[in-house]
């Protein structure tokens, strides 16, 4: 009877080493997905709603999540004042790093000219202009929209912004109430709890959903737009990785004494879940969960993350910039600086008003071009067909600086756990795959008995 009580720790090691398997499936899928493209195409295009189908369900969980930490994090902080410091770095953040991502596609825009040589046909012309009517609205509308129709409309509606206003309204009320809120905190978190039970169960799908996704969009695009387009996807790819690599791994080095290759070895199953379903919304609730487990506190996490997701994306920077670019040439219609650093501007406020919008770059491109240069609008359709490649590279980039942005905003304001950092990437702490919540980490998943400071302190 006494050898029985050794062996019980070891089940929960079992099935939370289950998940490895769903990964290696996921690359399987991935795989056997870009096969069934190539050989059968028709039938291919026909698995798109499995894809769509999984990124739906993965966003379904994205508003109660946003708002679960957002309230936890901000309801259990005494001063308001350390909110709104963490929001107004992260947006000047934010901000200074779009200018370095426009410079950098700038750069490498008008080193290698991708659209030399490309030809122009009455069909793509047409594409361009129905884009640019379907863009995002003025800056006007983008700052009502964030304003819900009704309290609970944020959620059934699914946009980021809507709920990350509810949230941090929620949250700085239960602030103000203090001990008689509580209670209601506590039940936050096990609706959390919840969310993310939820969340890990549908994370199973996964493999299915990457097999339809890259089955379709394989079918799609066959290898023909692929060659002639090869060399706007390689100078797009390059200059995300230059971005990557250089300016992110340069900060993560110097501000928070952290490799960037570790931490991206640490959100390795994100990139993959990313590159599948090309949608860095299908990352964002595990981005989340993460961050606070790698020891950055939970306020940093839940305003920083959601609203990086709007208003941080490298990545579809460096798209416009380029697709500009690439569209200018390729209708022998050449930009000056100056005229290239007026448009790309523009369009780096215009992408604000796109946020949260899944494959919304090719609209703010044509928004962009119809109201900045419309003559370029007829080239938007040159590019249609390999999109689909480089919004992966773009969401890979948007998700790697909102990674980075979290840590480098907790180091900034002092509300990172460095030890704790360094051992989850050492492989000291391992992330709960099953719950996908720090359940054993005493300062994070449990709320502050004074209703204070506490939640701000690392185990």
């Known amino acids: 009877m006494a050898s029985t009580s050794p062996t019980a720790p070891d089940a929960p090691a079992v099935k939370r ?125 983008f700052l009502l929209g964030i304003i819900p129709t009704t309290f609970v409309s944020a959620f059934t509606e699914g946009q980021v912004l809507q709920t990350l206003l509810v949230a941090l309204l929620v949250g700085f009320a239960l602030q103000a109430m203090g001990r008689q809120g509580e209670p209601v905190l ?3 978190e096990h609706i959390q709890k919840l969310v993310f039970r939820v969340l890990g169960m ?3 799908a996964a493999p299915v959903g990457a097999f339809g996704a890259m089955a379709a969009v394989i079918g799609e695009t066959g290898m023909d737009a692929l060659k002639a387009l090869a060399t706007i996807m390689f100078g797009f790819y390059i200059t995300c990785f230059l971005f990557v690599v250089i300016v992110l791994g340069t900060l993560t080095k110097l501000v928070a004494r952290v490799s960037l290759f570790q931490l991206l070895k640490y959100l390795g199953r994100e990139f993959l879940l990313i590159v599948s379903t090309s949608s860095s919304e299908s990352a964002l609730p595990r981005l989340i969960a993460k961050m606070e487990h790698l020891g950055v506190s939970r306020p940093v996490v839940g305003i920083t993350v959601p609203t990086g ?8 920077m460096i798209y416009l910039t380029m697709a500009s670019l690439f569209i200018a040439d390729a209708m022998d219609q050449p930009m000056s600086i100056g005229q290239q650093i007026g448009l790309l501007l523009f369009m780096m406020v215009a992408s604000k ?107």
């Open 202 to 204: 549908i994370m199973w």
């Open 17 to 141: 080493d289950r998940t490895h398997y769903l990964y290696i499936a996921v690359i399987a899928a991935v795989g056997l997905g870009i096969a069934v493209g190539f050989a059968a195409p028709d039938f291919a295009v026909e698995l798109k709603p499995l894809g769509t189908g999984f990124v739906n369900l993965i966003k379904m969980m994205i508003s109660p999540i946003i708002f679960c930490t957002i309230v936890l994090g901000v309801g259990s902080v005494r001063k308001a004042a350390r909110v709104g410091k963490v929001g107004g770095l992260a947006l000047g953040y934010f901000i200074a790093m779009s200018f370095v991502a426009l410079a950098i596609g700038l750069v490498v825009g008008n080193i290698v000219h991708p659209g030399s040589g490309m030809h122009l046909t009455e069909a793509v012309k047409g594409v361009g202009h129905t884009q640019a009517e379907a863009a995002a609205e003025g800056p006007v509308d």
């Open 309 to 316: 997701y709007s208003f941080n994306l490298d990545g579809t």
């Open 353 to 459: 008003g796109a946020a949260g919008v899944s494959g919304s770059g090719i609209a703010v491109l044509a928004s962009g071009l119809q109201s900045h240069k419309p003559a370029l609008v007829d080239g938007v359709g040159l590019i249609i067909g390999i999109d689909r490649f480089m919004s992966e590279a773009r969401a890979v980039t948007n998700f790697a600086g909102n990674a980075v942005a979290t840590l480098l905003i907790g180091t900034w304001t002092g509300e990172v756990d460095k030890d704790r950092v360094n051992r989850v990437l050492a492989g000291e702490l391992p992330f709960d795959e099953r719950t996908l919540l720090d359940d054993d980490s005493a300062g994070r998943s449990e709320l502050p008995e004074q209703g204070g400071e506490k939640e701000l302190a690392k185990a």
């Open 186 to 188: 506590r039940g936050v």
